[in-house]
């Protein structure tokens, strides 16, 4: 066996806080991630030639090692000492620059490719010290499901999945610099913080109204007048179709809603896909 597909999914952010500035520039964090099944679909192809091609054809994301999914490869080569080259080929579905960890999770999908063509005994923590090396969100990618990161985001505990639901996804055409984000953010002067063990009470009970009900991003207290007027047109819109609750995901600027209903759901999605790029989608399990 040489070649492999395989799906990436996109994240959402259920909770998301910010607890302070790390002498290495990074923040600590403290969030709630979840896997949805928008993906985007990799080949992961081994070569003999040693060089590591990275393809995403219809798009303008950068080839080779300047795309996560070719440094992916290249830390995953380092770290077994063995070069052999590979082909990676991705059709992209999930938004850049969207707080979806899009391209975390094409990372993170080459990293399993590569294990199971070339070292079927890595474990996946393994992996996941592999995908810190990448970016903070790949420990995440690696594993999928709903967890808790802390750390950087390394850090990671499963936690119970989002009861079923739709989701309604919108990205607004502008984008969001995370570390730009981040440098805007004064932790001492948040005033919204997730409650984190009331949001895992609700997954464990499995009460979607009371996930709904916990659903928070300090992000969203770090935007400009204009950025916010479209994060709240967006939440506005998902909940007066009856979305039980509505957040910005990651650094953004994409927003989701939770439904409890599929018709709901399809409302908001028809009412949204004229005015932003719009999902429909659902919580999935672990990868
Ligand atoms: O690790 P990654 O390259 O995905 O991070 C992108 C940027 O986001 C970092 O350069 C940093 O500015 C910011 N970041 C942070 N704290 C984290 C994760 C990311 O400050 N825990």
């Not at 992961?44 to 303008?60: E, M, N, S």
């Amino acid at each position: 066996m040489n070649e492999l597909k395989l799906a990436a999914p996109a994240k959402l952010n259920l909770t998301l806080d910010i607890l302070h500035r790390r002498e290495d520039g990074y923040h600590d964090l403290k969030m709630v991630m979840t896997s949805v099944d928008l993906c985007d679909y990799l080949t992961v192809r081994l070569r003999d030639d040693g060089k590591i091609h990275v393809r995403t054809p219809g798009t303008d994301l950068p080839v080779g090692e300047d795309n996560l999914a070719g440094r992916a490869a290249r830390t995953f080569f380092k770290e077994i000492r063995q070069a052999p080259g590979v082909e990676i080929t991705i059709e992209k579905h999930i938004p850049s620059q969207a707080g979806m960890a899009g391209g975390s999770s094409d990372a993170a999908a080459v990293l399993r490719a590569l294990r199971e063509l070339l070292r079927p005994d890595l474990t996946g923590r393994d992996l996941e010290a592999m995908g810190e090396r990448v970016g903070s969100d790949v420990p995440y990618c690696v594993r999928g499901g709903t967890a808790l990161a802390e750390g950087r985001g390394e850090r990671l505990t499963d936690w119970p999945g989002v009861p079923p639901c739709r989701i309604v996804v919108c990205k607004p055409e502008f984008g969001l610099s995370t570390p730009e984000l981040f440098g805007r953010v004064q932790t001492e002067k948040l005033r919204f913080r997730p409650d984190h063990a009331a949001m895992y009470a609700a997954l464990l009970r499995g009460e979607l109204s009371g996930v709904a009900a916990q659903l928070v991003n300090v992000f969203e207290e770090v935007l400009t007048p204009r950025e916010a007027k479209t994060i709240r047109d967006i939440k506005m819109r998902l909940c007066r179709c009856g979305a039980e609750n509505a957040l910005m995901t990651g650094s953004g600027p994409t927003v989701f809603g939770l439904f409890q209903t599929p018709e709901d759901a399809r409302r908001a999605f028809e009412e949204l896909c004229p005015l932003y790029r719009t999902f429909l989608t659902r919580p999935i399990p672990g990868v």
